[in-house]
């Protein structure tokens, strides 16, 4: 029988522990002599990540604890294992080395030094080369987050000093060698681009002592960014480019002449966040497995056309690998939570491989994501996922509105996905009603639309998302007096700025956000070198904008708060630093605002570890109970400071 109850105040059988559990989702996909990879992560393990085989009759984790498969390349990472031959190398978290085990078991051995600081150096990008290694190494050469060097360096299977190859630029993906091990190709770019700003794409002869030649730039540069590049013969590359502003599959010669595959205002690449994703991978016979904005497709150069392969899972992952017409990557939907998956092009057939998380709940509390599209005050579109309130056993009472979370992407490059999420399902299924934003700049709609955002950080993301926010209220899905903004990292900023600028929301959840842009840059010295620049292009150069950052920062303007605040921080994050959130509550205490500030040990930029991802869920359901004026049933109340 359904129970009348307002909204928030529901039962669900979706409790922080069940997100928590979901926390356990495949990455980086591969395949080798008929088995697939990938690593998994364990929020019940401290947040590690473990390296599993199926070899066609089950998963089996190849790496226990305390092996933690991940590393710290551009803090974000990269693709952090590779198999070769009989040897399996991967990254190990805790020290950021290289080691290498028989592909049939035995004990991990060191491939590289001990570093000389912790962390000091780095590796990622891993690729697979005769006899050897290749990728990015990363050395730390000084006491700021911008003291870094990089080069691409051999690591022998054997053991030993890695030998460098070449350090074209200041940022680089690992190299891979030619069919013929001829030449290597890899794609460099320097500050202050990111790169889906703008990149290189080099090719180098391999020299006879090993190290590469002078390398030449046969695609890209400073308004064109490669973000994918494969060999497809030894002279001839296959590489994901955006010279018409959309990312494309070019075949490219090594003379540099390119001719499009499938010329489509359609973007078939994605922003490279981590070294090693891969959008597209050859079938044979002039047909490619390529990602059409998320969705799997068949681009086939004979016809020029990109077709959709039918399938139930609407949203792949950036790591597509094809071995005999099979397609092998991690895929999931707004009810089906990500998993890797095996699908025959030939006759349609689908195979989980990955475990399903423990405990997924019964689709009936799941919610449904209505994708939508309003209107901005110049006439743009603003793409949304809306996902109502669900839950079965209850409804809210005659003439209740929902309250409404607007939940923004990190990045701001970056862009939400329908994914099944139990993180978004833990507020619907209790009674709130969430709506995703893919504001101006978000990917997936070509090279326009993401530079939409540049200057203009702090603005076109903030109205946006008040926009749809503001028109959920008027058209009475939501409670226009019950609206919150939430998000992490980019995310966080804007929600902060929100916060501080528009008068839209009752509240905001602020998770390990950036609030002082003046510190958030090279000089400022409170975030990585990898995005140290990246407010160049969002909100300006330095110093003659320096007015624009003291502007749009929301440290500036903590009297402007529209409503309360709840910070959530990692204590070790090298992305947004724990400093700034210090900062921002510092300048909160005793104004009469209400707002709670919780820190965590062990985490860096994101949760990972079980005991976060509850804290930081509870807290936050409690904090808009408190400020919406309901009571949600059997949580810890969150104590909010004045």
């Known amino acids: 029988m359904v129970k009348i109850a307002s909204y928030g105040t529901w039962a669900s059988p979706i409790d922080a522990a069940a997100v928590a559990r979901a926390g356990r989702r495949p990455s980086w996909t591969s395949t080798h002599a008929g088995s697939v990879w990938w690593t998994e992560s364990r929020p019940d393990q401290g947040g590690r990540y473990a390296l599993m085989r199926h070899t066609g009759d089950a998963p089996v984790e190849v790496l226990g604890a305390p092996w933690n498969v991940r590393n710290r390349v551009h803090e974000y990472g990269g693709m952090p294992y590779v198999v070769h031959g009989d040897q399996v190398a991967f990254t190990n978290w805790a020290d950021q080395r290289v080691y290498a085990f028989p592909i049939d078991g035995g004990e991990p051995t060191a491939l590289t030094p001990e570093p000389d600081r912790h962390h000091g150096t780095r590796y990622s990008d891993l690729v697979a080369a005769p006899g050897e290694v290749w990728c990015v190494r990363e050395t730390v050469t000084g006491d700021l987050p911008t003291d870094i060097r990089r080069d691409l360096v051999a690591i022998p299977l054997t053991g030993g000093e890695p030998r460098t190859l070449t350090a074209s630029h200041h940022f680089m993906t690992a190299p891979k060698p030619s ?154 939907g707004p009810l089906t939570e990500l998993a890797v998956v095996s699908l025959d092009l030939s006759n349609g057939e689908l195979s989980v491989l990955s475990e399903p998380s423990p405990g997924l709940p019964d689709e009936r509390y799941l919610p449904q994501p209505v994708e939508r599209t309003f209107r901005a005050e110049d006439g ?23 309250p409404y979370l607007v939940h ?74 019950r609206l919150a903004v939430r998000g992490g990292s980019a995310g966080g900023w804007t929600a902060a700025a929100s916060m501080t600028t528009v008068d839209t929301y009752a509240c905001g959840a602020i998770h390990f956000p950036i609030l002082d842009l003046s510190g958030w840059t090279s000089g400022g010295g409170e975030t990585h070198d990898f995005e140290s620049r990246y407010v160049e292009g969002l909100v300006g150069t330095l110093p003659e904008h320096a ?56 985490e860096q930029h994101g949760f990972r570890r079980a005991e976060t991802i509850i804290a930081a869920h509870e807290a936050e359901m409690s904090f808009y109970g408190q400020v919406f004026g309901f009571e949600p049933l059997d949580l810890p109340v969150l104590e909010l400071r004045r």
């Open 179 to 332: 069919p013929d091990g001829r030449h290597a190709t890899w794609i460099g770019w320097e500050h202050p681009n990111m790169p889906w700003d703008g990149t290189e794409l080099c090719v180098a002869a391999v020299q006879p002592d090993g190290t590469f030649g002078p390398h030449r730039v046969v695609a890209g540069g400073e308004r064109e960014a490669v973000c994918q590049v494969e060999w497809e013969d030894n002279d001839s590359l296959l590489a994901l480019t955006d010279p018409d502003g959309w990312w494309n599959l070019h075949r490219i010669g090594l003379d540099g002449k390119a001719v499009n595959l499938a010329p489509a205002t359609q973007e078939l690449g994605g922003a490279l966040w981590v070294l090693g994703s891969r959008w597209f991978a050859p079938l044979g016979r002039g047909r490619f497995a390529v990602l059409r904005a998320g969705r799997l497709a068949v681009l086939d150069e004979r016809s020029g056309t990109v077709t959709d392969v039918d399938t139930d899972l609407p949203t792949w992952a950036s790591d597509l690998t094809a071995e005999d017409g099979v397609v092998t990557s991690t895929a999931g």
């Open 408 to 481: 923004v992407h990190g990045g701001p490059t970056s862009a939400f996905a329908p994914l099944l999420s139990l993180s978004i399902a833990y507020f619907t299924s209790r009674g709130l009603g969430v709506v995703a934003v893919n504001h101006g700049g978000s990917t997936g709609a070509g090279r326009e639309f993401r530079d939409i955002l540049l200057g203009q950080w702090g603005v076109i993301d903030v109205h946006d998302c008040a926009t749809v926010a503001a028109a959920l209220g008027a058209e009475g899905t939501a409670d226009a007096q």
């Open 547 to 602: 007015d624009r950052y003291a502007e749009r920062s929301p440290i500036n303007h903590i009297d402007k708060l529209a409503g309360p605040v709840l910070l959530l921080q990692g204590l070790e994050d090298e992305v947004c630093p724990p400093e700034q959130a210090d900062r921002f509550v510092a300048g909160l205490d005793g104004t009469g605002i209400p707002h709670a500030y919780l820190t965590f040990e062990g």
């Open 380 to 402: 743009r579109e603003i793409p949304a996922y809306v996902f109502p309130p669900t839950n079965p056993d209850h409804a809210a009472p005659d003439g209740e509105l929902p």
